[in-house]
């Protein structure tokens, strides 16, 4: 008998789910959320998310490890999938159908703060996603003195002068937007801007071609995960930096390699707001 799990993805952004309500810590280490991402070795994930009980009056409280053990204050696509998950396990509890308890919002706790997920009749989960964080000391990058923002600043990264432009949901964003999304070797590139020494808990990047105000294509080298084929704090993230470099519009469709997610900054409370589905893969159980 191991530890029982289920696997879930937003948009092959994908998690392996425990439900760990009867206790407050993550029933796992980092080092065994390594083992479980591996996809040759394990089960294979972008990351692990446990569901732990409430704390501070919310409904539930959300941690996630990375797969390479790090942990991030927030996941936008883990966040659906999670909520996806915890009306999984209500109806379990309440042997009704997941269906029969929609539409369910719930108030989730993460190292961010307090984000609400809605999934609705459709499935499709929208979540407040809060309001941005635009201070380079909130970031945290060096690229601009504490309380300034960094838009289209110049960054040095692999021999090229890279416009970058910093956003946290929480976690932190380094976008840039470039002319050809598909012509990036993300792979080399990535790794030299989530560890360029002017990010002090390195970062996400996000590389940006806008085809239109309303469309724009996205590539993402994650934090602690690397190519993943979608990441919702990202989308986020892009979307505010597009409108602080007015060259998108305040909602728009961020196209990623494991499809499109609607996003929304607010114009009356200032708060992003993500749309996309999250969908359960298999369950099992693991002992490694
Ligand atoms: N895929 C996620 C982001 C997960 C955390 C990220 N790798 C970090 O370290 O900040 C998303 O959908 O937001």
Redesign the pocket.
């Known amino acids: 008998m191991g530890i029982e799990f289920t696997k879930y993805h937003?948009l092959g952004?994908d998690f392996i789910l425990i439900d760990n309500r009867t206790s407050t810590e993550p029933c796992l280490t980092p080092e065994q959320a390594v083992k479980w991402c591996d996809r040759h070795f394990g089960i294979g994930a972008?990351?692990v998310i446990f569901a732990l009980p409430d704390q501070d009056g919310h409904d539930y409280t959300m941690r996630?490890f990375?797969s390479d053990g790090?942990e991030?204050?927030?996941?936008?696509?883990?966040i659906r999938c999670l909520a996806k998950f915890l009306v999984d396990l209500e109806a379990a509890d309440a042997n009704v159908s997941s269906e029969s308890l929609l539409p369910r919002s719930y108030k989730i706790h993460t190292l961010a703060g307090v984000m609400v997920p809605k999934i609705e009749a459709s499935g499709q989960v929208t979540v407040d996603m809060g309001q941005p964080h635009l201070l380079a000391a909130e970031i945290p990058t060096t690229l601009a003195v504490a309380d300034q923002k960094v838009i289209a600043q110049p960054l040095e990264v692999a021999g090229q002068t890279w416009d970058v432009t910093c956003v946290s949901?929480g976690?932190?964003?380094c976008i840039t937007f470039v002319e050809d999304v598909a012509a990036i070797a993300l792979e080399t590139i990535g790794p030299k801007f989530e560890h360029h020494a002017v990010f002090p808990q390195?970062t996400?990047t996000e590389f940006i071609e806008v085809v239109r105000r309303d469309y724009l294509k996205m590539r993402?080298w994650?934090?602690?995960?690397g190519i993943?084929l979608?990441?919702?704090?990202?989308?986020?993230a892009v979307l505010v930096a597009g409108v602080l470099n007015d060259i998108c519009d305040r909602r728009a469709t961020i196209e990623l390699p494991g499809g499109p997610l609607e996003i929304e900054w607010s114009e009356l409370d200032q708060r992003v707001y993500m749309t996309g589905p999250a969908e359960m893969v298999f369950a099992g159980q693991s002992s490694i």
């Open positions: 937003g952004n972008d990351g996630i990375n790090s991030p204050e927030m996941c936008g696509n883990g949901m976690n932190p964003h390195r996400n993402v994650e934090r602690g995960a993943t979608a990441c919702g704090t990202g989308a986020c």
